[in-house]
């Protein structure tokens, strides 16, 4: 196994043997004589144990005459701020630095961070305590690193393994030289016994990943970034032949056919560059033997916590049985008529208690079964084990006894391994002579994934494909549900209908994909704008709607619909132009101006193409009491509230007789001349609306719009 260790790491360990080399080397030069100052331990050797005392009282030699007194020492002189800085480097550095004698009895010199390293709480107990013969653990080690040195003078990054006085254990990496005419051992040791431990650690953990891939039946796979394969599992080489070291580094097409390699090395690529979490395939394989087996290769992302791509983890599924079952299958049908035209995948029967006394494999695979002995034998109660509301099994008893037959019954069942699936089951009753219910025949197909594509066709039906908003068909649905709601609790419901002004010109001048960026930056805007409990949907064009719950009155109606023009009137930055365009918007409330969606949504849209006709950008309240806003009578309110600009065109944008924006680079044309019959982008909106005001429009003309595929009377 290979080791990473860090870059980081093996710079600082250098880093810090230099240090020490260089702190060795000062003392050296201290102890032999060169007038650096240094304490009394560090100029001679450490006297034996027994002439400790008698060593203690020896008196300091004279010191060492000053840089530059005599001719012939002035290279090997040191001056004393040099001393100082050795001495700082010695005392301070992380190594160890240390000098011992060769018969490994005694320590001569060492600093604070070698006491440390091997145990000892200062310098002083260093040189008193240590024996370098006694610390070494492993057995030889000593021996071959004294031969090290005999035969080399000098070992680098020798790794020891010491014991200390309190029985810890260090790991130490060693740099050391010998003075053979001294007898002595001098150099710096390291501290590596976290990183080796961390090292131990990732063997292990690696060992176990093995130990547990190795255990799975099929074949697991690692693939790096290139595709190449870095890990299988035993499984892995079993099935393909190939030795776990003739895999590891090879590419697909080095191990399989070349058809089956290629199409197999762009489906990964593919994968690794596209940022899909998983794909699944179907291909063949040859095994060990030669034979062609069908398989299902599954393969899904590696990334590190920063999100790159490390490679591809993936299983291979051999299929090959399946599929013959299948085949099987399909044969019995032909051969038995009635069971070929009920029976899609599991053929069953149960008894009237809840035991299974006959199936075939397709109905154990699919409860998550090896086989259909294993099924009949772990089931005995069908409705605790087997469905997943205990209530069905009831209700399937009770129709069995009164219609004796069930066709494309649904139910949700559990798995063997609590997975949930959804079967249509077609049900037969067998009884005896007396009439009496004693079994159940049946057949039952998974359609656990049509359920969910009509879930998702469901969900499609109710959405706005262009801006992400609710469609007409689910603004029609909330209204009617949020209607009964309130007449149930008494609260009231508000409607806004919207067609923004000048979107045309955009469209007419930029093309049909600017408009959809457009209605997009739009419709993102109105969505923020409103409250989890309220709605906003896309009618179709440039027309919206919004559903407000539990609205307050008339003036909140005002201020919300005149934030929400605010909203609309802001720049929207696209790629090709900076866009401004209004909005012209018309509400109404329930129960003052309506009880039906149809009563309330015309007196929205009347109100909204009141707003068409008389300056546009505004926003208008259904009902006697009109509440315009900004007021029309271009009092403080113009503004459209505190901080709001509807009402007003920006500052910049050119104005026409109708007081709107023009796009840029537009006709000249009053904003909003498209009325709700403009479209973006080629979204075709439901052209039924008739709040637009283009002259000669028939809508107009007859004094009535349509909405939703009803029409909408004018307000009386």
């Not at 810890?168 to 001294?182: C, I, M, Y």
């Not at 029309?632 to 113009?638: A, K, L, W």
């Amino acid at each position: 196994m290979t080791i990473v260790v860090p870059l980081w790491a093996l710079l600082i360990a250098g880093a810090a043997v230099v240090l020490g080399a260089v702190a060795l080397w000062a003392l050296r030069g201290r102890l032999a004589g060169r007038g650096l100052p240094a304490p009394e331990a560090l100029r001679r050797p450490a006297p034996p144990r027994e002439n400790a005392d008698q060593a203690r009282s020896v008196p300091a030699p004279p010191p060492a005459p000053e840089a530059g007194a005599g001719e012939g020492e002035g290279a090997e002189a040191c001056s004393p701020d040099a001393a100082k800085f050795f001495r700082r480097i010695y005392e301070s550095t992380s190594v160890g630095i240390f000098r011992t004698s060769v018969d490994g009895q005694r320590a001569v010199l060492g600093n604070e961070a070698a006491a440390a390293m091997f145990g000892y709480p200062s310098v002083a107990a260093f040189l008193e305590g240590f024996r370098p013969a006694r610390a070494y653990i492993e057995p030889g080690q000593r021996e071959e690193l004294l031969a090290a040195l005999a035969a080399q003078g000098r070992v680098e990054a020798f790794e020891i393994v010491v014991a200390r006085p309190d029985g810890s254990r260090k790991v130490l990496a060693l740099t050391a030289s010998l003075d053979a005419g001294g007898g002595f051992i001098e150099g710096a040791v390291l501290d590596v016994t976290a990183r080796r431990r961390a090292e131990r650690e990732l063997q292990d953990s690696h060992l176990f990943l093995q130990t547990v891939m190795d255990t799975i039946p099929n074949p697991l796979f690692y693939k790096d970034g290139r595709g190449h394969f870095r890990h299988v599992n035993s499984a892995f080489e079993h099935f393909l032949g190939h030795g776990r070291r003739d895999v590891v580094g090879r590419a697909p097409a080095e191990l399989m056919p070349p058809e089956v390699a290629a199409d197999w090395t762009e489906r990964s690529e593919a994968l690794l560059t596209g940022g899909g979490g998983m794909h699944r395939f179907d291909t063949w394989l040859r095994t060990r033997g030669g034979a062609r087996r069908d398989v299902v290769v599954q393969e899904g992302l590696v990334a590190d916590s920063a999100g790159k791509h490390l490679g591809l983890v993936g299983v291979i599924t051999d299929v090959t049985d399946l599929k013959r079952i299948e085949s099987d299958l399909r044969e019995a049908w032909a051969t038995y008529r009635n069971i070929f035209d009920n029976a899609v995948d599991g053929i069953f029967t149960t008894t009237a208690e809840g035991g299974i006394v006959r199936a075939n494999a397709a109905m154990a695979r699919i409860l998550g079964y090896d086989s259909p002995d294993e099924l009949m034998r772990s089931v005995t109660d069908l409705a605790g084990q087997v469905y997943a509301a205990p209530e069905r099994r009831m209700e399937v008893l009770g129709r069995m006894q009164e219609e004796g037959v069930l066709r494309g019954y649904e139910v949700e069942v559990l798995r063997r391994d609590g997975s949930r699936v959804w079967l249509a089951c077609s049900l037969r009753a067998i009884r005896d002579d007396d009439g009496t219910l004693v079994r159940i025949e049946g057949v039952a197909s998974d359609v656990s994934e049509r359920k969910r594509e009509v879930a998702e066709l469901a969900e499609r039906a109710l959405k706005d494909p262009l801006t992400g908003l609710p469609n007409r068909v689910a603004f029609e649905r909330e209204f009617e549900r949020m209607l009964a709601q309130a007449r149930r609790s008494g609260q009231t419901v508000g409607v806004l209908f919207m067609d923004l002004d000048g979107f045309k010109p955009v469209n007419d001048t930029y093309g049909h994909q600017v408009g959809d960026e457009l209605l997009r930056a739009l419709g993102g805007r109105l969505r923020e704008r409103l409250r989890v409990s309220d709605m906003a949907a896309r009618i179709g064009g440039d027309e919206f709607g919004v559903l407000l719950w539990n609205v307050s009155g008339p003036q909140t109606m005002a201020r919300i619909a005149g934030e929400i023009i605010a909203a609309m009137n802001r720049p929207v930055e696209l790629e090709a132009c900076r866009c401004e365009v209004g909005a012209s918007v018309g509400g109404s409330l329930f129960p003052a101006h309506g009880d039906t969606p149809r009563e309330l949504i015309s007196r929205a849209d009347q109100a909204m193409y009141h707003v068409k006709q008389h300056g546009r950008n505004r926003f208008r309240l259904a009902g006697e009491d009109d509440i315009a806003w900004p007021p029309e009578d271009g009092g403080p309110g113009d503004a459209g509230g505190p901080g709001d600009t509807a009402g007003q065109a920006p500052p910049d944008a050119p104005q026409t007789p109708g007081n709107g924006p023009v796009a840029p680079g537009g006709d000249g044309r009053r904003s909003g001349d498209s009325g709700s019959g403009e479209s973006g982008g080629g979204e075709s909106g439901i052209g039924e609306s008739g709040s637009g005001d283009a002259p000669g429009d028939d809508a107009e003309a007859s004094g009535r719009t349509r909405f939703g595929g009803f029409r909408l009377e004018p307000i009386d």
